[in-house]
């Protein structure tokens, strides 16, 4: 791969000696790592068929030998597990080492998801996690990877920085995932390659800094928040991290790691900071600093959500709820919202927050989508389907083979003349992938469009990464 002249003469000053395998080591072969699903795999554990390793930074990281046909495995659409890069899951690390107690918490640039996800395997239980994205078509992917992850404390927002500014002291744990000039993601993406330049790492470096600057006054005194890019560059990176520390009071925070990992510190001795370069361990590139926010001299906290009364004059809340409380395991935990006939499940510890957020930010999505009210007729929800919280006894289950589950994940008519009428949870390898209405002869689809598979081919070989003991 041909490298800019100027990315190779800024890198040189970094690396020194290491430069040359830093090169032949970004043009390599990219790693395929992925991360199962806590909930779902510990309440059907199953195991890799094919070749796998450890990501040694992460609980429920692993590699894989050579990426396999994602697409067509069912258990990928289930939620079973998600194709993340093993670098990034070092945030669900830091998180298990900083955090103890139940926590709000904000994903600022979350799409497509992988790092929201880690953060929800790694907060404590009990906590409450906002994953935003700016950009409205990505915020729609960060959605559909929250739905399938099946957990019931989160939330989907399509906003700035900027639009956080209601929240003072809202949050005591925000990650910055900020957008950058890509470095890291040259053995994979040509067209950043072809896209960097000085100046551009100099314009995102400025952004990088209003990103920071917009969202610290919503992160309480002694919160923290984690920063970290995918570049290599100084400028995006420990410049920007001194920056903080000197513009915004920033403290940072030392976290022990072990030494085989192979993660480098920071160039600048000033700044604490874990760096990932591909010559010396298995992933991205990754560059991930820890600030806390001072206790003394922060403003005045104007308002925390948790606890506030919603300033709606009346409730948005179902008074009969008993109608779905069925449909979920723990039922108590929940407060039963109407949104447009649609009936929505939010954990009731932070009803209140949801209802705050909602009024001032663009939501997607949030809590678990029941279902939708359709005259006499209650459609249930996708979201529903997926969630840890679904009752299983609350739908009549029916199993289908590999060939059944590809057709019912392209939004294929299937007949199912031997299973009930009425609706139905689909499963595969008993985890479920979605609801049926069976009418006898035929059975009505009710598979998210937008997410159907396209492709009308089959591998040669089946896509079944996952078998029961």
């Excluded at 939620?79 to 900083?98: D, H, K, P, R, T």
């Excluded at 994205?133 to 990505?138: D, F, G, T």
């Excluded at 949104?339 to 001032?360: G, K, N, Q």
């Excluded at 049926?436 to 990464?465: C, D, M, Q, T």
Aim: proline share 7%.
């Amino acid at each position: 791969m041909k490298f800019p002249i100027d990315f190779i003469s800024s890198i040189t000053p970094i690396l020194g000696s290491e430069t040359e395998s830093f090169l032949s080591a970004l043009s390599d072969t990219v790693p395929v790592s992925f991360r199962m699903n806590p909930s779902k795999s510990l309440r059907n554990p199953m195991r890799p068929t094919v070749p796998y390793e450890k990501v040694p930074w992460s609980e429920w990281g692993f590699y894989l030998q050579e990426r396999p046909a994602f697409t067509f495995d069912p258990l990928f659409h289930a939620g079973y597990y998600y194709v993340q890069e093993a670098s990034s899951m070092f945030v669900e690390y830091l998180v298990n080492q900083l955090v103890r107690e139940p926590m709000v918490c904000l994903d600022l640039c979350g799409a497509p998801g992988g790092k929201s996800i880690s953060l929800l395997s790694a907060l404590p239980e009990g906590s409450l996690l906002v994953s935003n994205e700016m950009v409205r078509q990505r915020s729609h992917l960060l959605s559909e990877t929250m739905l399938k992850f099946g957990h019931p404390n989160w939330m989907v927002t399509n906003n700035s920085a900027k639009d956080f500014s209601p929240f003072p002291s809202l949050f005591d744990l925000v990650l910055v995932d900020a957008p950058c000039s890509g470095e890291g993601m040259f053995r994979k993406d040509e067209i950043a390659v072809a896209e960097w330049s000085l100046q551009n790492v100099e314009m995102c470096a400025a952004r990088q800094r209003d990103i920071v600057a917009d969202i610290w006054p919503s992160l309480k005194p002694g919160g923290l928040l984690i920063y970290s890019t995918c570049t290599f560059n100084t400028t995006e990176n420990e410049d920007n991290a001194l920056w903080a520390a000197t513009e915004l009071g920033a403290e940072c925070v030392y976290v022990e790691r072990e030494m085989d990992w192979a993660i480098s510190p920071a160039f600048d001795s000033r700044v604490t900071a874990y760096r990932f370069f591909p010559h010396k361990s298995k992933g991205e590139g990754l560059f991930v600093a820890v600030l806390r926010k001072k206790e003394e001299g922060a403003e005045k906290i104007i308002s925390r959500a948790r606890g506030m009364k919603n300033r709606r004059k009346s409730s948005p809340f179902v008074k009969d709820p008993a109608p779905y409380a069925s449909l979920l395991l723990h039922p108590d935990s929940f407060a039963f919202m109407e949104r447009e006939d649609r009936i929505v499940a939010l954990p009731a510890e932070y009803s209140d927050v949801f209802i705050m957020l909602d009024e001032r930010l663009k939501i997607v999505s949030m809590g678990i989508e029941i279902g939708e009210r359709k005259g006499r007729d209650f459609i249930p929800s996708h979201s529903l389907a997926l969630s840890r919280e679904l009752n299983p006894d609350a739908f009549p289950r029916f199993a289908l083979t590999y060939e059944e589950a590809i057709s019912y994940l392209r939004r294929e008519a299937i007949a199912l003349p031997d299973a009930p009428k009425g609706y139905l949870l689909l499963t595969y390898k008993d985890e479920p992938l979605g609801f049926v209405k069976n009418i006898g002869n035929r059975a009505n689809n009710l598979y998210p469009n937008e997410w159907r598979i396209r492709s009308g081919h089959l591998p040669e070989k089946r896509a079944e990464f996952f078998n029961h003991p």
